[in-house]
């Protein structure tokens, strides 16, 4: 496997320029000509479905849910930075370029990352044309508010309900494009296989999953935008339905899949409340501009927060990160958290919770002006709880929340399986070891809207003009029997332990391994593991139910068998990667005061696995990362 990502050649600041008017093009009336497949309905894939129909292209979208409406991408809360510098504070397209770079710890690609900044302002002009009701000034200019990972107020936002906005207005979008017959919605289909017909990728299997029908569909080109695998941790703050299947499939079939090691915690979260739960909440960053941060200094100190006095509170990342303080990276932040509770200092029933304290905020503005600002956030935490945060500190703690790693994909987002592109949280290009704060939906949207349709016509315009190739294409049909086959071994295995018993102890595994802190000898330990686990998934789960319905159990199965294989090429991806960076952290790779220690000599690299078989050691491939106009140094939030 040859990993080209064909970046641009010249000054960093005119490469996508550059790459737009060197790229080749199809010609408006041979658009029609060429089907394209989207599997995905999130921000990624809802803009780029109904940005492909505007252009011409006949497109085809699949979702698994009942209504693109229901994606994932529906609860990022906080907001979406874009480089517009409305504060006049400071910021640019390079500024946020670096500060990118430097918060994913210098581990992404530089072209792509500026390419991003580049874009990004575009984002903010297209979703306001589609009805995205922005917060403004009293003015009526677009309001802003600062993030994790930068000293600028970039980020722009609809109180704490960006993502359901946004979401909704590129499915407002995609619905035009349906009504107006250029794009085919297919809502209930999972994609179960990607079928390559000599070497490139030409139509997906699915399973209908109300009916249990297996059924193909052919193209000139498939897009996956299915977003990440941090369910693979079992706990997430993801959708129970977020999982790693699509993108595994592509893998299996000769995508490379990169840094999967590469997961974000995030610092503010609810903290787990009992054995019962499947799910963890998300406590939006934003609560960091106007939330601070606490732990009591003394050890066993359980007394009440309003019990607490203020010389008997420890700041932590404001005397830790005084630059930064409470808006440190994520990364940061929640080792940070972590270390308090390790100290025995931890808030709440189990020890694992720090506060995040309104009262300042509150008496400096008022408490109708922190309601406006975050009203809908205090009342997801008062739902869970029972307690107003208005009145006393939330309790948070680190969960597992976003992916790094993806598929490998090439500076046309393209995989190494040609014709497959991968954008959004699915592949893994923007964002390095760490993701700031507001950068998903940037990424995913500045992918679909703005980066794809350009660069995949470069593709399309070598793909003779003929039809997709026919679904009874001995490629498709064999796709379809590996397909029947898994299905049939998961249905006939007369075992007796649920899959959600096994999906529970591989995301412990994961956690206690894998998870915030990683070390060689766990790392060891979880390789073992996840292999023995995964035996004993085959020998004795038990999948209730049939294959001709719906059968959310056998859904379920294929899933966590996938995240099995997952699971343990993270392990070994971290095993491999011998430093700590950004999400990746190396117990045996830090500095005396715990901050992180990179070793640029050996791993200033992208690390992309190759499949080799089930049951064989994948083989690791490497993409050097080259910086023209960034030096890679420490980090430093102080």
């Known amino acids: 496997m040859i990993l080209d990502s064909k970046i641009p050649s010249g000054p960093l600041e005119n490469k996508w320029d550059k790459h737009i008017m060197d790229g080749k093009l199809v010609n408006p009336a041979n658009k029609r000509k060429y089907e394209i497949i989207v599997v995905g309905t999130g921000l990624a894939g809802a803009s780029a479905a109904s940005t492909l129909a505007e252009l011409g292209y006949s497109v085809k979208a699949f979702t698994f849910h009942d209504s693109p409406r229901r994606a994932h991408s529906i609860a990022a809360q906080g907001g979406i930075n874009a480089a517009k510098n ?19 710890d210098f581990r992404s690609r530089e072209a792509n990352v500026y390419r991003l900044a580049q874009v990004s302002a575009n984002i903010i002009d297209q979703c306001a044309a589609l009805g995205v009701p922005f917060a403004r000034e009293y003015g009526g200019l677009l309001a802003n508010r600062s993030f994790g990972g930068a000293q600028v107020s970039r980020t722009f936002y609809a109180r704490g309900q960006t993502g359901q906005q946004l979401l909704l207005g590129a499915y407002s979008g995609l619905s035009r494009q349906i009504g107006l017959g250029n794009v085919e919605l297919f809502a209930n289909h999972e994609m179960l296989e990607l079928v390559v017909i000599e070497g490139h990728a030409r139509g997906i299997i699915t399973r209908d999953i109300i009916t249990g029908a297996i059924q193909k569909y052919s193209a000139h080109a498939v897009v996956l935008a299915t977003g990440g695998y941090s369910n693979v941790f079992y706990l997430s703050t993801s959708a129970m339905n977020s999982n790693v299947t699509a993108a595994w499939r592509a893998h299996r079939k000769g995508a490379a899949f990169a840094n999967p090691c590469y997961t974000q915690i995030h610092p503010t979260c609810i903290p787990v409340s009992g054995d019962y739960q499947s799910k963890l909440t998300l406590m939006s960053e934003s609560l960091r501009n106007d939330g601070r941060i606490w732990a009591p200094k003394n050890s066993g100190d359980k007394r009440p927060a309003d019990q607490i006095p203020e010389d008997e509170r420890d700041y932590y990342l404001e005397r830790k990160y005084p630059s930064f303080g409470n808006l440190a990276p994520r990364d940061i932040s929640s080792r940070s958290a972590k270390e308090v509770c390790d100290e025995g200092r931890g808030v709440g029933e189990t020890g694992l919770g720090v506060y995040l304290d309104f009262k300042d905020a ?34 948070i703690y680190p969960a597992v929340h976003y992916t790094m790693g993806g598929l490998w994909v090439d500076y046309n987002l393209m995989s190494t ?9 699915a592949n893994f290009s923007d964002h390095g070891a760490n993701r700031l704060g507001a950068s998903a939906l940037m990424q995913g949207l500045a992918d679909g809207y703005f980066v ?28 379809e029997e590996e397909v029947v ?31 915030m802190a990683r070390n060689k000898s766990g790392l060891i330990e979880a390789i073992s593991e996840i292999q ?16 001709d319905n719906l059968n959310q159990s056998l859904e379920m199965a294929g899933r966590v ?48 696995w190759e499949w080799k078989g089930k049951d064989k050691p994948q083989e690791c491939h490497n993409e050097e990362l080259e910086y023209e106009c960034v030096k890679m140094v420490t980090r430093s939030y102080k």
């Open 561 to 608: 068998a996938d995240f099995f294989e997952l699971g343990e090429l993270m392990c070994r991806d971290a095993l491999a990667r011998e430093e700590s960076c950004g999400g990746h952290f190396r117990e045996e790779h830090q500095y005396e005061d715990g901050e992180a220690r990179r070793d640029d000599e050996g791993f200033a690299h992208v690390s992309a």
């Open 485 to 515: 086959s898994r299905t049939k071994v998961l249905l006939e295995n007369n075992g007796k332990q649920s899959v959600n018993s096994f999906h529970k102890r591989l995301g412990k595994i994961m956690w206690d391994k894998c998870g």
């Open 452 to 479: 794809l349709p350009y660069t995949i016509p470069h593709y399309l315009a070598e793909v003779p003009r003929e039809p997709a190739p026919p679904v009874d294409h001995p490629e498709f049909t064999k796709a």
């Open 86 to 104: 409305y504060q006049n504070d400071g910021d640019s397209v390079y500024r946020l370029f670096y500060d990118t770079v430097k918060g994913g």
């Open 532 to 547: 023995a686990l995964r035996q004993e998934f085959e020998e004795d789960v038990r999948v209730l139910g049939a294959g």
């Open 417 to 425: 399986i040609p014709g497959c592109f991968v954008i959004g949280e």
């Open 362 to 395: 509150i008496d400096r503005l008022g408490e109708d002006v922190i309601r406006e600002r975050y009203g809908n956030l205090f009342d997801i935490y008062h739902e869970i709880t029972g307690e107003s945060a208005y009145q006393q500190p939330m309790r």
